[in-house]
């Protein structure tokens, strides 16, 4: 007798409530910053209805994981359970997030993962990061210390080896939001070592962005397959990331077109609200974190546009330009379907500057290199204003950028920021002198840091140069 095949397949079962008091599902970090920033806590940060979750376990579902935000679990079992479940009183809904039965076609979407990359033969982070004007803080002494990352990709090579990681000891932790059980430092892919490397990499003839920062890995693409899944395990992510307190969220992936044709998204869907995973990056926006997220790489593509999360609202979506701020004719277009400005700000993301995991500089393409880019300079801005919130560093990162007074809805956005300009526009007790033909003197107070700015030159009170513009 010949045994029937049952196929299990991946759903998201919406519940109705949560019924159970609990603690709030936030660290002692994740707390004070709250407090700090007067960010009050409510039914989103409760965790799911445990007695919910175990009913499903009893029934015989395999409980992936929860969503306290969408109020929801992601659970393995086959469409006869599937179909009980959705009777419960307790669920309102029920869908289908990973077909497991349906064929596997290419991806039509090309993923945010690498074009192309060469060895790099000389050493151009200086000039990645002089474009939005960084090196300057870097020389002030804010390297993104006391601000702590996450950094969500696909694949983490030897990011946990490397000598250019390591040196710091930065990383706190990693978790795998996957089906996957390999090693998460193991070879499926080194697209999340290379985007960390631009953040945080460190060694002769290489600087990061935010190289003082620390940061944990997250893993949520699921290399082999293109599904609402992998939305979800996203979502997971930026929850656990609010959960742990972390500031600055950098995200290189993107989705719009999977496996499952019937399940893409068309332009309509990129308003902020259509997706789970778009809807997740606002609240994490509003929870306290400044999300930074790739625009995509589909400039060149019949697709064009951005995908999710890129489209979600508060959050900086990030568009590829040249060291020279040209933009990259693969970085996606915008605006959002309801009309935001999209991207909202660029960085280097053709020929990047980055660090292979044999520890080789390379160039690569991507918005998932413009993106930790970012990331890694709102971190270190953030250093400089510590007492500021996310919305306040987003704030101060668009109206900087060059094209601010006037945006480009389609690729540029606000354009490229200017860290410096970010860091003294809104200076407390700043005194401009009258300026004399060939001179401007200006002292900008920040918090504790003082600094004389005079011929674009910078220098701290006892008159040590700190900083000189780029000749």
């Not at 290419?106 to 004007?133: M, V």
């Not at 996450?150 to 795998?176: I, P, W």
């Not at 970012?374 to 950028?401: F, H």
């Not at 003294?424 to 840091?449: C, F, H």
């Amino acid at each position: 007798m010949t045994e029937l095949l049952i196929i299990l397949h991946i759903f998201f079962v919406s519940f109705l409530d949560k019924p159970e008091k609990s603690e709030p599902a936030l660290s002692p970090r994740a707390i004070e910053q709250r407090q700090k920033w007067a960010i009050t806590t409510d039914e989103l940060d409760y965790p799911v209805s445990k007695t919910y979750v175990d009913s499903l376990a009893k029934m015989g579902a395999k409980i992936h994981h929860t969503s306290r935000w969408m109020n929801g679990a992601t659970v393995e079992m086959n469409e006869t359970l599937a179909a009980k479940v959705s009777t419960l009183g307790f669920v309102t809904h029920v869908e289908t997030t990973r077909d497991n039965s349906a064929p596997r076609f290419l991806p039509k979407l090309k993923r945010h993962f690498l074009e192309s990359t060469q060895e790099a033969t000389e050493n151009l982070t200086h000039d990645q990061l002089a474009l939005y004007n960084l090196l300057p803080l870097h020389e002030a002494g804010f390297r993104g210390q006391g601000i702590l990352m996450a950094v969500c990709d696909g694949g983490f090579y030897k990011a946990n080896t490397m000598s250019c990681f390591r040196q710091n000891e930065l990383e706190l932790g990693h978790y795998d939001f996957t089906d996957d059980e390999d090693d998460f430092y193991g070879p499926t892919g080194s697209h999340g070592t290379m985007c960390l490397s631009v953040i945080s990499g460190s060694q002769d003839n290489y600087t990061g962005a935010a190289e003082q920062a620390q940061y944990y890995l997250m893993r949520s693409e699921e290399v082999e397959t293109e599904s609402y899944k992998e939305m979800d395990n996203l979502v997971v992510a930026l929850e656990t990331a609010d959960s742990l307190g972390v500031n600055v969220f950098s995200v290189s992936l993107g989705y719009a077109l999977f496996d499952n044709y019937s399940w893409d998204l068309s332009h309509e869907d990129l308003n902020g609200v259509s997706t789970r995973v778009s809807r997740a990056a606002t609240i994490a926006a509003r929870k306290g974190m400044l999300v930074c997220a790739a625009a995509g790489n589909e400039g060149n593509d019949e697709w064009l546009k951005i995908s999710v999360p890129a489209d979600a609202d508060s959050i900086l979506t990030v568009g590829a330009v040249t060291t020279g701020g040209q933009i990259g004719g693969f970085s996606s277009y915008g605006p959002s379907a309801d009309g935001r400005i999209k991207p909202e700000v660029c960085a280097v993301g053709v020929s990047a500057i980055t660090i292979s995991p044999n520890e080789i500089i390379t160039q690569a393409n991507g918005t998932s290199f413009s993106t930790p880019l970012l990331a890694g300079l709102a971190a270190t801005l953030w250093s400089a204003l510590p007492s500021e919130n996310a919305m306040q560093i987003r704030e101060r990162i668009i109206r900087s950028a060059n094209r601010y007074q006037n945006p480009d809805l389609n690729q540029y956005g606000y354009g490229i920021p200017d860290a410096w300009k970010a860091y003294t526009m809104y200076a407390e007790g700043i005194e401009t002198p009258p300026a004399t033909n060939d001179s401007e003197i200006r002292k900008v107070l920040n918090g504790n840091q003082i600094h004389i700015i005079r011929h674009g030159h910078v220098y701290n009170l006892t008159g040590q140069l700190i900083y000189s513009p780029v000749q």
